[in-house]
């Protein structure tokens, strides 16, 4: 006999809240106790010397962070959007070049190519990894492409090997986004410096965190000392007869503070077990939903890890016969309602694909006249609805991903999420045959997920 389902009625699986998250401690406490007592909450200055790299506790973070993962220059931002405009200036991009970026990711992935009056041009995704594909990479290359954007999305790694295939005998840069993806391992390297330079996010949402901030990591002394310049009024150093020209010096303040970069330093000994936790969850929720058909999961490669950001998984529409929406919204009746973005059971779309940003299409992004899009007058950049296939069916029809993923969670919990899934797929039916099934959907995305339960706690 069919079990009613809650959205029509029926019990639900579960109404007890997920746990919120709990991420600063007694150590956090005690490190910005310890700055503040200090008196010296900023250990920058804009001028040559020692101070211009920042004091004690930056300088700190990032040893500790480079020597973790074996990285020979670790450059604290004071966020990660920061670190990859930084990272694009240090690459040398100048109006006009092509920068091949992800649709599918936070909007700065693409836009930090543009404050330098770089174009992003869209490369479709590999709908396995739902990172950019090398295939696509490879069709969007032209003379003018200068670098490679790559976004290890929600913490799986891109197919690196292929990439810096593509890029390094054609002198392409590639700035790695692992801003979801801390202390991930590609083929046993350590990402973020697998390409020429690379970073990770330490906002309020990211794995650990200081509030705000960033990281940029590089094996390239020419690369750290630009990116130190551009952190830190780059203008203002006077030694920079190392450089072989001078572009892009020009500097930001994008410095960490004192308090953020103690945070941040104790933040870091915790990555490991965050990740250790989000991965047996992650194997759960994989070895269950794997045997769904409808469902597809993936699994990371030996030598890989994922250090999901997100639990991602895809809806196959046509083998359940209703919309993700129904399933969605089927499923998180059957599970307690959120109190914010990070106890939504289940999400969908992610973001829409950024080329349909207005930005892109009316290709006005820096004053008014269409610049930097129009710097090349013999191209007509494309960024119509269909340029990137793959990346639209994965935000309008397949992608599910889940937050629940995540620490202080369980198994217990995985259980009642999977058991919620599971029960709505077994009596899918009940859906089928209600009002409800009537194409009324609307894609509940990353924003509206968060517009839904509000930003607050
Ligand atoms: C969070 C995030 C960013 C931006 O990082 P901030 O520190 O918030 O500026 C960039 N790219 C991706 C993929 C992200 O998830």
């Not at 020979?72 to 920068?99: C, Q, R, Y």
Request: proline residues 4%; charged residues 25%.
């Amino acid at each position: 006999m069919a079990e009613r389902l809650a959205i029509l009625g029926g019990q639900p699986i579960r109404t007890i809240p997920f746990l919120n998250r709990k991420t600063m401690g007694t150590n956090e406490i005690e490190a910005a106790t310890r700055v503040i007592n200090s008196e010296i909450l900023s250990g920058f200055l804009a001028a040559p010397g020692s101070f211009f790299n920042g004091g004690k506790e930056v300088k700190a973070f990032e040893k500790s962070w480079a020597e973790k993962y074996g990285f020979k220059h670790a450059i604290s931002v004071n966020s990660w959007t920061s670190g990859l405009m930084v990272a694009v200036g240090a690459v040398g991009i100048k109006p006009g070049d092509e920068v091949i970026c992800s649709p599918y990711s936070m909007s700065a992935s693409a836009t930090a190519a543009l404050f330098y009056g770089g174009i992003p041009v869209f490369a479709d995704l590999d709908p396995e990894t739902f990172c950019l594909d090398p295939k696509s990479i490879e069709e969007k290359i032209t003379s003018k492409t200068k670098a490679i954007i790559v976004v290890h999305l929600f913490g799986g790694p891109a197919d690196m090997d292929s990439i810096m295939k593509i890029a390094k005998p054609r002198g392409i840069k590639v700035i790695e986004d692992c801003a979801q993806a801390p202390g991930v391992f590609y083929k046993n390297k350590a990402i973020g410096a697998i390409g020429d330079i690379g970073g990770f996010s330490f906002n309020f949402h990211k794995h650990i965190h200081c509030g705000e901030g960033g990281l940029l990591v590089t094996n390239d002394d020419e690369l750290a000392f630009r990116a130190q310049l551009i952190r830190n009024h780059g203008e203002n150093c006077f030694d920079l007869s190392k450089l072989s020209d001078l572009g892009n010096v020009i500097g930001g303040n994008y410095r960490l503070t004192e308090i953020q970069a103690a945070i941040a330093f104790e933040q870091l000994k915790k990555l490991e077990d965050i990740l250790e936790r989000r991965q047996t969850l992650a194997k759960y929720l994989n070895e269950r939903l794997s045997k769904i058909n409808g469902i597809s999961v993936k699994e990371v490669e030996e030598g890989s890890t994922h250090a999901y950001y997100m639990y991602p998984f895809r809806f196959h529409e046509d083998i359940f016969g209703i919309s993700r929406n129904l399933f969605l919204r089927a499923v998180s009746a059957e599970l307690p309602k959120p109190s914010n973005w990070e106890t939504t059971p289940l999400a969908e779309g992610y973001v829409k694909p950024l080329y349909l940003n207005d930005i892109y299409q009316q290709k006005i992004a820096i004053g008014t006249k269409g610049f930097p899009f129009n710097v090349n007058k013999e191209v007509n950049y494309d960024y119509s609805k269909g340029i990137c296939p793959v990346t639209e069916k994965l935000y309008y029809q397949e992608m599910l991903y889940s937050p629940l993923v995540r620490e202080p969670l369980s198994i217990e919990d995985m259980k009642d999420f999977v058991d919620a899934i599971e029960k709505v797929i077994n009596n899918i039916d009940q859906l089928k045959n209600s009002d409800l099934n009537n194409g009324t959907d609307e894609i509940h995305d990353a924003v509206k997920a968060v517009e839904d339960v509000g930003t607050t706690k």
